[in-house]
C-alpha cells in the first residue's frame, strides 16, 4: 500500500467554485501534513501545513486534517485561473526525517 | 535570492555517461534533501543530509547514486553510469525543522536530465 493515494483524476472547475482535493495516508503515526503546488514544468511550492484535527484557513486555501479517518483534504475558493497547477500532498511521520508525496492531482480552472 | 539554487538547471546525457548536481540550500537551514521527479508522479525521496551527515538513504536508491554535502553547506549528487531510466527531474530541498511537527521542505527549481 502506497503511503499517500492521491486518486482523483483531473479536476475541471470554472473560475470562482471551490476546488476540492483529498488525500489519505497509511501510516497512523504521520503527524505533519503538507499541501504543495507544482506548476507545469516547475518545482513544488509549499501552500498549506496542517498538524492537528480540524480545519485551517489561509487566504482562499483551507486544510482539513481527520487523523481518525486518515485523510487530509484541501479547499480552494473562489478558484482563479492562477490556480490551475498539480497539487500534491505530503505526509511526515514523528521520528521521521523526510517527506511522503501523493503523486498529485491537477487541477483546471476553466475561465 | 535567498532561496534554494541548483545547477545545472538541465543536463542531456548520452547513456553511460557521468553527470554531477550541484545544490546550495536556504543558508539558515542544516537539512538538505534529495528528490526525483518523473512525469506524472510525486516527487520520490532520495537521500537528506543534516549538517554534513547522510542520515538516510533510500532503499530504491541505486550504487550508481552517490551524494555529498561537505562543510554542510552545498550539495552534489552524482549519478554515474546514467541509464535512459534516470531521466527524470532531480530536486533539492532545504528544511530548518527538527523531526517530529514541522519539517516543511523548500524546493529549488530542480535539474532536469534526460539520458539518450
Known amino acids: 500500500q502506497k503511503e499517500v493515494e492521491q486518486n482523483s483524476g483531473p479536476l475541471s472547475v470554472p473560475e470562482g467554485a471551490i476546488a476540492s482535493l483529498n488525500c489519505t495516508y497509511s501510516?497512523?503515526?504521520?503527524?505533519?501534513f503538507f499541501w504543495y503546488r507544482q506548476y507545469s514544468g516547475k518545482s513544488p511550492e509549499l501552500i498549506m501545513s496542517i498538524y492537528s484535527n480540524g480545519d485551517k484557513e489561509d487566504g482562499r486555501f483551507t486544510a482539513q486534517l481527520n487523523k481518525a479517518s486518515q485523510y487530509v483534504s484541501l479547499l480552494i475558493r473562489d478558484s482563479q485561473p492562477s490556480d490551475s497547477a498539480t497539487y500534491l500532498c505530503a505526509v511526515k511521520d514523528w521520528g521521521n526525517n523526510r517527506l511522503a508525496f501523493g503523486k498529485g492531482n491537477q487541477v483546471v480552472v476553466i475561465p | 535570492d535567498t532561496g534554494v539554487s541548483q545547477d545545472p538547471r538541465h543536463k542531456i546525457t548520452k547513456r553511460g555517461q557521468n553527470v554531477t548536481f550541484r545544490c546550495d540550500p536556504i543558508?539558515?537551514?542544516?537539512?538538505l534533501y534529495w528528490y526525483r521527479q518523473t512525469l506524472g508522479q510525486g516527487p520520490e525521496f532520495l537521500t537528506y543530509?543534516?549538517?554534513?551527515?547522510?542520515?538516510?538513504k533510500s532503499r530504491l536508491l541505486s550504487d550508481r547514486f552517490s551524494a555529498e554535502r561537505p562543510k554542510g553547506s552545498f550539495s552534489t549528487l552524482e549519478i554515474q553510469r546514467t541509464e535512459q531510466g534516470d531521466s527524470a527531474m532531480y530536486l533539492c530541498a532545504s528544511s530548518p525543522g527538527l523531526a517530529g511537527v514541522g519539517g516543511e521542505l523548500f524546493f529549488g527549481e530542480g535539474s532536469r536530465l534526460t539520458v539518450l
Open positions: 543530509f543534516q549538517n554534513e551527515a547522510q542520515l538516510e
Open positions: 501510516d497512523r503515526v504521520s503527524q505533519s
Open positions: 543558508s539558515e537551514h542544516n537539512r
